[in-house]
């Protein structure tokens, strides 16, 4: 079985300071990981993937994750935030052999000016 | 990339009747679709694996019968909410999955609000 455990359902930060979303997984087969950004009233959007390569994996708006295996995490980070970060942020897990995704809870990131 | 489209993006009906939501891959074919289920301020649930030319399969709680889905072509798949109550009420999100190489990929449709009343 997968699961998907994300610290934290609001998280606040500045204007131009650090972002962390911490999102830790558990998997008894090698997953692969995946964040999310949903706008309100809207679909999900994908920020980037890991599926077995780097373990640092580069995405859109300039975020970026770090896979650590002995951590089972998965957190995203952004240097520096911007007012159109605010939205809600998904981790998922799924794995190559069913492709199912399980999804987090969510975390709501506020950028304040 | 890959576009998947909901129509509509939101519809109020009441009690009693049913509602048909549509996804479409736009741009590519997709063998499989999923449709989730997100109520307010959650997590997104996986409601049924929808394959193109063959029953869904639902997950564990889903009522088959009342969720009727239909994956009639590659590019398209319906849910249909049968005999809505209030309860039925919530963000319907479809995706689908494309083959991009020896990956999967998935990809989101702006989801259907539904207001049952």
């Known amino acids: 079985a997968q699961s998907v455990t994300q610290l934290g359902s609001h998280v606040s930060v500045s204007e131009g300071a650090l972002v962390l979303l911490r999102c830790n997984y558990s998997?008894?087969?090698?997953?692969?990981l995946f964040w999310y950004v949903q706008y309100p009233n809207q679909g999900l959007q994908l920020l980037l993937k890991?599926?077995?390569?780097?373990?640092l994996v580069k995405g859109i708006n300039g975020f970026e994750a770090e896979f650590k295996k002995s951590e089972t995490s998965f957190h995203l980070t952004k240097p520096s935030a911007h007012m159109s970060d605010a939205a809600e942020y998904f981790c998922?897990?799924?794995?190559?052999?069913?492709?199912?995704?399980?999804f987090g809870t969510g975390t709501r990131l506020k950028v304040l000016a | 990339g890959a576009v998947v489209s909901q129509h509509p993006s939101w519809v109020i009906c009441k009690s009693g009747t049913s509602v048909k939501i549509e996804c479409r891959s736009l741009d590519f074919q997709a063998t499989t679709m999923f449709w989730y289920r997100q109520f307010p301020k959650q997590s997104l649930m996986l409601m049924a694996t929808?394959?193109?030319?063959?029953?869904?399969?639902?997950e564990q709680g889903v009522e088959k019968d009342k969720f009727l889905i239909n994956h009639a072509s590659l590019t398209l798949s319906t849910l249909t909410v049968t005999s809505a109550h209030p309860e039925d009420s919530s963000f319907y999100i479809c995706?689908?999955?494309?083959?991009?190489?020896?990956?999967?990929?998935?990809?989101f449709g702006p989801g259907t609000r539904l207001t049952v009343t």
């Open positions: 995706s689908a999955r494309v083959n991009s190489g020896s990956l999967l990929e998935e990809y």
């Open positions: 998997s008894s087969v090698p997953p692969y």
């Open positions: 890991y599926t077995s390569a780097a373990t």
């Open positions: 998922a897990v799924s794995n190559s052999g069913t492709y199912k995704y399980i």
């Open positions: 929808s394959n193109e030319g063959s029953k869904a399969t639902y």
